[in-house]
């Protein structure tokens, strides 16, 4: 995407600092990260008109085969729902001059127990390529009433019990699959 032809946004300047301050030294604010970090009215009308000019598309990833995303910046969200080879496909459309992000969380797939997530395994095949980098968050980043943050960690807690106890009893005679 080339933000130097988009014309800039009109908002509030107590907004524009706000999207400011997340920049690190050096970094300019562009059209398309004003819109992605403002919040309110302003925002809401900026991307319907990304939108409208084509400067941002939202395209459902079943539309992503067979194109190269040149000179772009593209979000995956919800990743932990793709399979496998949705995940290969979209990470192959990165064509010269785009980044991606992908996000998700591994916590939530809502695939089918025989489907595998996409965003579980390319943790696995991407580790150590350079270029890839993976940044895992914990219940202090949660931002949304603070009770989620104790329903988190009590979900952790709950899954390292449940892991231990299935460990226990793999290591039980009788109680593991061959019994019965």
Known sequence: MKTDTVPPLRVSTRLRREAESVLREGETLSAFMLASLTRGIESRKAETAFIERGTVEVAPLA??????????????DEAQNTTEEQMKMFLTRLGYGSKAVVTGDVTQVDLPTNRGSGLVEVQKVLRGVEGVGFCHFSEVDV????LVQEVVR????????????AEGARGTPGSGPEAG
Not at 63 to 76: A, E, P, V
Not at 155 to 161: F, G, K, L, T
């Open 63 to 76: 539309f992503m085969r067979g194109r190269t995303l040149n000179d772009s910046f593209i979000i995956l």
């Open 143 to 146: 931002v949304r009433h603070p």
């Open 154 to 165: 009590a979900y952790e807690q709950y899954d390292v019990e449940r892991k231990a106890r």
